[in-house]
């Protein structure tokens, strides 16, 4: 079956992940498939969006390394408004480097990200050693990994050999590996699941080569399931509201895809 014509239940059926299983759930029951990109730098104004926008959202992505007043009862607060307002955490940390470094730097530190972010990503760059390394682990706390197969900047050099490559390491590691950060849809496995930033109300760029499409094109005409936003709603005058908006631009374009 085609998987850009289920619904998100009954794609989790087919997952055997937890994580997918919860996420998909969280999609249909709050009619969502918004994720907000929180970019800031004090943990209060993450709280604060992460309380407000919570119930718009099935995903909260965090680049935890900015805030410049981390300690580690921000995340345990982080941690009780996901489950209070049923979204996933998912740290944003792009691992790239050899096994052995990774699992450290995931595992442990300040931020001991395997603690409450459910969910990270990795380049598959160094090969299948890195996932190897966070697997070790992320597995027996039930997370999970998202390989960047695209990226949304220009220049970029994941070219579709790299993508190509990307998939087969994902396939090889279907236990830990719940999908990918990408531009489009890879493939028609309807158990993984294709999240894309780079994401406004209007087709842009930023200064620094972020590239911008629509919900629409994202989700509708590019067949992925998640849109990743930051400033097209941190930096709008009302953020509460412009999540509300990307919340049902996002649902309006998966609807269409399943007619
Ligand atoms: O290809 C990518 C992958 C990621 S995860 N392009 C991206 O922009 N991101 C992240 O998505 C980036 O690190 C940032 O946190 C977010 C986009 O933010 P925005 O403000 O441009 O919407």
């Known amino acids: 079956m085609n998987s ?34 929180a970019d ?44 209070k307002h049923q979204f996933i955490l998912f740290e944003d940390r792009k691992f790239a480097d050899i096994g052995h470094t990774v699992s450290h730097q995931y595992q442990g530190g300040v931020y001991r990200i395997a603690d409450w972010a459910e969910l990270i990503n990795a380049h598959p760059l160094p090969g299948p050693g890195i996932i190897e390394g966070l697997k070790k682990i992320g597995l027996l706390k039930n997370n999970g990994l998202l390989l960047i197969a695209q990226m949304s900047s220009k220049g970029n050099l994941m070219n579709s050999e790299y993508t190509q490559q990307c998939i087969a390491m994902a396939h090889a590691h279907k236990d830990f590996v719940i ?71 996002g649902w309006e374009a998966f609807q269409s895809r399943l007619k």
């Open 40 to 83: 800031v730098t004090s943990s209060k104004e993450l709280l604060r969006y992460a309380e407000e926008i919570g119930p718009e959202i099935c995903l909260l992505k965090t680049h935890i390394d900015i805030l410049h007043d981390f300690d580690f009862s921000v995340v345990k607060r982080l941690r009780e408004l996901a489950d």
């Open 4 to 37: 850009l014509k289920m619904s998100f239940s009954e794609r989790a059926k087919t997952s055997s992940h937890p994580l997918t299983q919860r996420l998909l759930a969280f999609m249909d029951a709050k009619q969502t498939n918004l994720a907000l990109s």
């Open 179 to 249: 999908g990918f950060i990408t531009q489009e849809k890879l493939l028609n496995d309807p158990g993984y699941i294709h999240m894309t930033p780079g994401i406004q109300i209007a087709e842009g760029k930023d200064q620094l080569g972020q590239q911008y499409v629509t919900p629409a094109m994202a989700i509708r005409d590019r067949g992925n399931d998640v849109i990743i936003v930051g400033r097209g709603i941190l930096s709008a005058p009302n953020p509460v509201e412009a999540a509300k908006k990307y919340k049902q631009l």
